[in-house]
């Protein structure tokens, strides 16, 4: 594994991140599309492009200077913006969706507004020109700086917990506790015995983050591979296993001039053409799909290519069902989890860039602590950090962390797994790994609380800045008033304000348009201001333990929202009706002798009611209002106002 590939997750996420998440949902067909589709056309393109040179940034010296930076930077912002602008159009999606369903709009009021179809796809179509010309400068400002666009498969990555890997590996990367599996993964398949197979098929099989992908990607770039093999070849597979897609990415890869053939047969004869006799090496990465019949329909097509003995298909995948049904002659590689000092040395170099810098005994200790603890899984690190947020000493909440990662982008379902049980899982990872302390656990055993030790938080402070050098330009601190320069504002996706701080002017909130997460857990305030609506990309917005008294309507504008808190507000006693619109709500929190705050009955993803259900006849909240809730997870408390008598399912 790279040297800092524990960290590097933090340092990729606001941008490689970013640009694949974009890639996936412009190639996604969505009404709202039509009118501005060929600028979406040309923005995946663009973004693509540039993620070529994002695999040179990557690598890059620091001396390189402030140009680098500053080229890094303006991507950063530009990714930004085009992610905040396909959010508009799943946000104004999703407006549409309520307002159908609520039937009160008029045709001549809807006209007029702002939301007007086809006011809103020029609005949008502007905004993607604008960035497309962005794009444009920063491409040729690239060039000037010495930066180098490496070709990678530009298969759009699929939306859904999937990602884009690639190929390229630099030859002066450090490659950190993997020396011995490389070793014996070349020897297997460099063994003069599978020249008499037509074709052998080795699964390498890990958790999530162990480093799969970097295994392969380091045979792949092997000087003994390279020389063993006629041809190499890079699929990342993800969710598709369709065989003529996949056909059709090998083909691409091996001649870009043939991209885009489909049919089955022309494929398998423009394939055979670049094969034929040939020996060749395919990594199959991330593959998920568990079907038995689809992977023998493509193994039956590799077989017709008429290539020579010897060749050899890598698969990488966290499934033992995908690795037991893809492995043919060869056994499955089960990948190993990296030592202390490995780990120790990944996470030394990112929290502490100055290698001569002394490090403090203490932070050592800790530092070793936790690289022993995180087992050798690097896509912890982000989560990890993310703790930081909260005040030293906090006690934080199981389920409410976890819908903070979700918030933040750093979770995506998969095809079985909803966000919140991966979120669970990493959840679990730190917890039994001991960086989370003094831990309060349910009647049924189960933990719902711990803290972080002091220590443990100062280093997750020191991981968390180190994604960004300049700390005035994080996108995930604390309310800090006199930190708040206007990028700051603009960019800032996280705002905490911790404990009992106050917000001398609520209004000020609104500037934050970026927000995905508001937490204002007891911050000093009576009422959140009505233009709180205009934050269109919240996903998280808490407001437990404060003095609110009201909550304004256009609190039913946040149509993204996915989790809602306000427990322990006494002096909020009624809600607005409007709330009814939050039609993406996963979990909601509120007192326990407030009654149902609002109209449940449309919200489909709604996992969580907290603390109870009550059924109350004066307000229209029958047990029928629960008929669609499919997703409700965990213990439901139904409470009857009238009789005054409580059930438990």
Not at 194 to 213: F, H, R, W, Y
Not at 618 to 628: A, F, H, V
Request: net charge neutral.
């Amino acid at each position: 594994m790279e040297a800092g590939k524990v960290l590097d997750v933090l340092y990729t996420f606001p941008v490689e991140g970013i640009l694949n998440k974009l890639a996936s949902l412009a190639a996604q067909e969505i009404s709202l599309f039509r009118g501005f589709k060929k600028e979406l056309t040309k923005l995946r393109q663009s973004l693509l492009e540039i993620q070529d040179f994002l695999g040179d940034v990557a690598h890059q010296p620091q001396e390189r200077g402030k140009a680098l930076k500053d080229w890094v930077r303006k991507l950063k912002d530009i990714a930004d913006d085009a992610d905040n602008v396909l959010d508009e159009v799943n946000y104004e999606d999703l407006r549409r969706q309520a307002e159908l369903s609520n039937q009160k709009r008029k045709k001549v009021r809807n006209f007029l507004s702002s939301s007007n179809p086809h006011l809103f796809r020029q609005k949008m179509a502007h905004k993607i020109k604008s960035i497309n010309a962005s794009l444009l400068d920063l491409k040729y400002e690239a060039s000037f700086i010495g930066l180098v666009s490496k070709k990678i498969d530009t298969t759009p990555p699929e939306i859904g917990g999937a990602r884009e890997t690639d190929s390229i590996f630099e030859e002066d990367e450090i490659v950190v506790g993997r020396n011995e599996d490389l070793s014996k993964i070349i020897t297997i398949l460099t063994n003069s015995n599978l020249d008499q197979e037509n074709l052998s098929v080795m699964p390498i099989v890990g958790m999530a983050g162990l480093g799969k992908t970097t295994v392969a990607r380091s045979l792949f770039n092997k000087d003994s591979i390279c020389g063993h093999f006629e041809k190499k070849i890079w699929v990342c597979v993800s969710n598709t296993l369709e065989v003529n897609s996949i056909l059709s990415w090998i083909l691409e890869y091996l001649n870009p001039t043939k991209a885009g053939i489909q049919r089955l047969d022309a494929l398998l004869k423009n394939l055979v053409q670049e094969l034929e006799k040939k020996r060749y090496f395919l990594v199959l990465d991330d593959v998920w799909n568990e079907d038995p019949q689809k992977w023998s329909n493509l193994m039956t097509c590799l077989s017709k290519l008429h290539s020579a003995q010897g060749s050899v298909v890598i698969v990488t995948t966290r499934s033992a069902s995908v690795a037991s049904i893809t492995k043919k002659v060869l056994p499955m590689y089960v990948l190993r989890s990296l030592s202390v000092d490995d780990c120790w040395d990944i996470l030394k170099k990112r929290a502490f860039p100055d290698g001569n810098a002394p490090i403090a005994k203490d932070l050592e200790t800790i530092g070793r602590e936790i690289a022993r603890k995180c087992a050798g899984i690097p896509l912890t690190a982000k989560c990890f950090a993310y703790c930081s947020n909260f005040k030293k000493d906090f006690e934080m909440e199981r389920a409410d962390l976890i819908q903070l990662w979700m918030a933040q982008g750093f979770l995506c379902s998969s095809h079985n797994k909803d966000m919140e049980d991966i979120g669970d899982e990493y959840f679990t990872i730190l917890l039994q790994n001991s960086l989370f302390q003094d831990v309060i656990r349910d009647d049924f055993g189960t933990i719902i609380y711990c803290k972080m030790h002091d220590l443990v938080h100062d280093l997750a402070e020191l991981v968390s800045r180190s994604e960004m050098e300049d700390k005035l330009e994080n996108q995930h601190v604390t309310w800090d008033p006199s930190k708040c320069s206007k990028r700051n504002v603009e960019k800032r996706q996280s705002l905490f304000v911790n404990g009992d701080q106050a917000i001398s002017n609520n209004t000020l909130l609104i500037s934050f348009k970026a927000l995905r997460v508001l937490n204002l857990y007891r911050a000093d305030i009576e009422e959140l201001p009505s233009s709180i609506g205009v934050l269109i990309h919240l996903r998280y917005l808490n407001v437990s333990r404060t003095k609110i008294k009201e909550l304004p309507k256009s609190i039913g504008k946040l149509y993204n929202l996915q989790t809602l808190r306000m427990e322990d507000t006494w002096n909020l006693k009624t809600v607005p009706k409007e709330m009814e619109n939050l039609i993406n709500l996963r979990h909601v929190y509120f007192n326990y002798d407030m009654p149902v705050p609002f109209g449940m009955g449309r919200f489909e993803h709604l996992q969580t009611i907290s603390p109870s259900f009550t059924l109350d006849k004066e307000s229209n909240r029958g047990i029928d209002e629960l008929g669609g809730l499919n997703q409700l997870k965990g213990a439901l408390i139904i409470r009857v106002s009238e009789k005054r008598k409580t059930l438990m399912y």
